[in-house]
């Protein structure tokens, strides 16, 4: 913030550009900033112009909501993990006799559980973030991997929806540096959303 500030007012040719500025005396306070670069008649740059205004307390409720999304999201997640969990249990109990509209239930209700847990995920991933506190852990990974890890973790909802997912992703493709389950959350996204406006009976291509 302050360096962006001192380097638009020394530049000989200022840019427009934004920033907040932290103050910590006489109390802390933030103020946002904008320059905007002065021009003649002819066009040139005479000078700059920045614009301050206190948003100390827009920050402040923007610091507040990140960290609600964020503890009502992990608080969300752990009792659906454990109800996935359960689920599971009840379908691979051997012991277990489920007629068929049973065992329909409780597919849908693991469908919907992995549903709401990759959702609670999106959200934390947005507060991390809007906090800076997003880390990517960046390495080798073939295209093929995740798409397949992507594909199979998102069959069951299109399945669900009566839609059949085609992937045709060319082999041999050179490995790519990225985080690996980033990705798969990128292209399961990407997959969501194609099979929510795709009619029924069609199919979505990769």
């Not at 752990?78 to 969990?85: A, D």
């Not at 798409?147 to 929806?161: H, K, L, Q, W, Y």
């Not at 985080?179 to 069609?202: E, H, Y």
């Amino acid at each position: 913030g302050a360096r962006a500030l001192v380097a638009a007012l020394a530049s000989a040719a200022p840019a427009a550009s934004a920033g907040d500025l932290e103050l910590g005396t006489p109390e802390a306070r933030t103020l946002g900033w904008r320059a905007a670069p002065m021009r003649d008649l002819l066009g040139a740059t005479v000078g700059v112009t920045i614009t301050f205004n206190d948003v100390t307390r827009q920050r402040e409720i923007d610091r507040m909501k990140t960290e609600f999304v964020s503890t009502v999201s992990h608080e969300l997640r752990t009792p659906l993990t454990s109800i996935k969990g359960s689920l599971h249990l009840l379908l691979s109990d051997p012991g277990l006799q489920l007629d068929a509209t049973q065992r329909q239930l409780v597919d849908i209700s693991v469908k919907n559980t992995d549903r709401l847990i990759r959702l609670i995920t999106n959200i934390l991933d947005i507060s991390k973030i809007e906090a800076g506190h997003i880390q990517l852990e960046l390495g080798m990974h073939s295209v093929e991997e995740f798409v397949s890890v992507a594909v199979d973790g998102i069959a069951a909802f299109a399945e669900s929806r009566n839609i059949v997912i085609e992937s045709e992703v060319e082999r041999g493709l050179p490995q790519v540096r990225v985080d690996g389950d980033r990705m798969v959350q990128v292209v399961t996204n990407l997959l969501s959303n194609a099979i929510k406006f795709s009619p029924a009976g069609s199919a979505v291509q990769v």
